[in-house]
């Protein structure tokens, strides 16, 4: 099996990347990754979707809206950051966004002082080490190799962070065995309990939803989509129920079913 996810090699969506296929190929973004499985260029793509400290990946959320894909399986993984740098005083610490902002209080406590430069992946901060030695990155511990020493391990906000990325696959391979769906709503509508009606369907049906996010359609503002995952496969008959009962209330809108998986946990 051959499968995209974020690069260079040595990130976190590349571990979790290794849990599904023996050939992976990189790119520089998650929107890219999208659009290569969409177009059916390569079996899978594996694409971080939340993270326990800082919640949703929303570029992740806006290309599944924007691209047609099925969720395969889904891949949580314990997240443990580490400083890596040639030397220990720098200053400028890289790494991706996410990572940046799930050592928040570590890098303010510690180098209140330093910039934060934002780039596309962690082992892309880890290049930024390597060429660079008043550039620190925030990546695995393991990104080291023989110039960057590890200045601090564990230096998350919390010691349970942990990451949940979703494997895709071209639309036709969208499956409805699972324990867990993921399901896109957009209602095309504002009325008084508008989001009671879309939730109620599951509620009645002993139906466990175990996320909601909304999204701005980017349309207007004020009108929203929502990705919703439930502890429920597509084949069962009390999720058939809801989606068509949700269906009448979405008349102008959508119902997007990206399909049913069971989830693997990834720790090495
Ligand atoms: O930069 C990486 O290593 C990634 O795989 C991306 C990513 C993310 O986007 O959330 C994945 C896991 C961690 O939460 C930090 C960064």
């Avoid at 976190?12 to 969409?38: K, L």
């Avoid at 929303?58 to 894909?69: G, H, Q």
Wanted: glycine share 6%.
């Amino acid at each position: 099996m051959r499968a995209i996810t974020l690069g260079p090699s040595g990130t976190y969506s590349h571990r979790a990347a290794r849990a599904v296929a023996e050939e992976i190929e990189f790119a520089e973004s998650v929107t890219g990754i999208v659009e290569r499985v969409a177009s059916e260029e390569i079996e899978r793509g594996v694409i971080p979707i939340e993270n326990s400290i800082e919640g949703s990946v929303t570029e992740s959320l806006d290309a599944l809206v924007e691209y047609e894909v099925a969720v395969v399986t889904e891949i949580v993984t314990p997240i443990r950051h580490a400083l890596l740098a040639q030397k220990p005083e720098f200053e400028v610490v890289a790494s991706h966004a996410q990572a940046l902002a799930q050592c928040r209080t570590y890098l303010e406590s510690t180098y209140p002082d330093v910039v934060l430069e934002p780039v596309s992946s962690t082992a892309r901060g880890v290049e930024r080490a390597r060429n660079d030695p008043t550039v620190a990155a925030i990546a695995r511990p393991d990104n080291s190799g023989e110039q960057l020493d590890v200045l601090a391990e564990d230096i998350q906000d919390r010691s349970s962070n942990a990451t949940r990325f979703v494997v895709l696959a071209p639309p036709d391979e969208r499956s409805v065995a699972g324990g867990k769906t993921s399901l896109i709503i957009y209602p095309d509508a504002d009325h008084p309990g508008l989001l009671l009606d879309l939730l109620d369907p599951f509620a009645k049906r002993d139906i466990n939803l175990s996320r909601i996010e909304s999204r701005p359609s980017g349309d207007r503002l004020g009108d929203y989509q929502f990705h919703i995952d439930i502890n429920a496969g597509l084949y069962e008959e009390r999720t058939q129920r809801a989606l068509d009962e949700i269906q009448t209330v979405v008349q102008s809108g959508w119902v997007r079913r990206l399909g049913s998986y069971d989830t693997k946990h990834v720790i090495e």
